[in-house]
């Protein structure tokens, strides 16, 4: 494996001399293989990632917003390197493709375990990016995007008639009652909270909403924190990064890393932190935090949507192995939207109100 993995890693222009190799072990994620790579010389690390085949695209668009961050001078984003096929990825002659970037020391830090200045630090990067990539809205926006992100196109009917298939095929399934909650209850709310929702975007949409760069997928795996949990030192895995609303990275990280019902004293006073401290570096009109609640709200009932979609495929592939533990997980989830998705919405409310 090592013979292997080096001789890729002398297609990428690091020229390093590797001490060793580790294989980093990952749940799910689509990058199948991830290697920590040290030099010997000075003992600089590298991660080398085999990456899906199709992901080009995705590197060569990450690669150029990152360069434009660390061209001026943000540093905590990791560099990915240029391989000798004229490009930021490699495929190798049995048709592997890999891309390889500098590795970030550090740590992850769980929900639970952030408090307020982990919450702030965090804020400050984030709104100092977004601050940085509006500064040069204009070389940002020669970058080729095909497309760009919607609040609205994340809601939009083709979404949403994909979930009422994944649903109606649900309901053919033999479920236990326990289980019926999900169809009944979660059903009903989802349509009646999505309709709601989807009428309160499209007014935010209709009015001049701040765009720029964004990450799109700025949680718990993709942050890397300093030894205390405190200060971030990157920011990575810029794969999805695409033009669309400052508010949407805002909203995402809220909704998938900072809420947590288990301890209302706890979200409310990281989730003001949070917005304070982004709002001091980058900016959100009036108006725009208005719309905070909303946006956190349609994240979470968006997650409903490709649960019920795995909860569907659990029931169709674990019907002998391993039977219940994955559809527990979802099910967990997609009831726990159900259950908690008022009250997430009124502490934002209350929270945004005194913003
Ligand atoms: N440049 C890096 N520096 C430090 N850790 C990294 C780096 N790239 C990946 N990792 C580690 O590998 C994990 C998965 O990598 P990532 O690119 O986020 O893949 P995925 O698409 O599966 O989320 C990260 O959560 C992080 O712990
Ligand atoms: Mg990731």
């Given at each position: 494996m090592r013979e292997n993995i080096e001789s890729i890693v002398k297609h990428f222009n690091t020229y390093i001399s590797i001490k060793n190799i580790i294989k980093l072990r990952f749940r799910g994620g689509p990058k199948s293989h991830i290697f920590l790579i040290t030099d010997k010389e000075n003992n600089k690390k590298y991660i080398l990632k085999k990456i899906p085949n199709d992901y080009d695209v995705k590197v060569e668009k990450s690669a150029i917003c990152t360069n434009i961050l660390r061209n001026e001078g943000i540093y905590i984003i990791p560099e990915y390197y240029y391989s000798d096929q004229n490009n930021y990825t490699y495929k190798s002659k049995n048709g592997t493709t890999w891309e390889m970037e500098t590795y970030i020391d550090g740590l992850n830090c769980?929900?639970?375990?952030?408090?307020?200045?982990?919450?702030?630090?965090?804020?400050?990067?984030?709104?100092?990016?977004?601050?940085?990539?509006?500064?040069?809205?204009?070389?940002?926006?020669?970058?080729?995007?095909e497309s760009e992100i919607d609040f609205i196109n994340m809601i939009d009917d083709t979404q949403h008639l994909r979930t009422i298939n994944y649903m109606n095929e649900l309901l053919t399934y033999n479920i236990p009652a326990k289980d019926k909650l999900i169809t009944e209850i979660y059903w009903e709310k989802y349509q009646q909270v999505r309709n709601e929702i989807f009428n309160n975007i499209r007014n935010l949409t209709k009015k001049k909403i701040n765009k720029t760069l964004i990450h799109r997928d700025i949680t718990f795996g993709n942050i890397i924190f300093d030894n205390n949990k405190e200060n971030v030192t990157g920011i990575i895995d810029w794969d999805t990064v695409m033009l669309g609303a400052n508010l949407q990275d805002v909203c995402y990280t809220i909704g998938h890393y900072l809420v947590d019902t288990r301890n209302k004293a706890h979200t409310i006073d990281l989730v003001s932190s949070f917005l304070k401290a982004y709002i001091s570096t980058s900016d959100l009109s009036k108006y725009e935090i208005l719309y905070i609640p909303e946006i956190v709200d349609l994240f979470l009932l968006r997650t409903t949507g490709w649960r019920t979609k795995n909860y569907l495929n659990s029931l169709k592939e674990n019907k002998n192995e391993k039977p219940y533990y994955y559809v527990n997980v979802y099910k967990r989830k997609i009831l726990y939207w159900v259950k908690k998705r008022d009250k997430i919405k009124n502490w934002l409310e209350y929270i945004t109100n005194k913003l």
């Open positions: 769980k929900p639970l375990e952030i408090n307020s200045k982990t919450a702030v630090s965090l804020a400050y990067q984030i709104g100092y990016i977004h601050k940085v990539f509006m500064e040069i809205n204009d070389s940002v926006l020669n970058i080729n995007f």
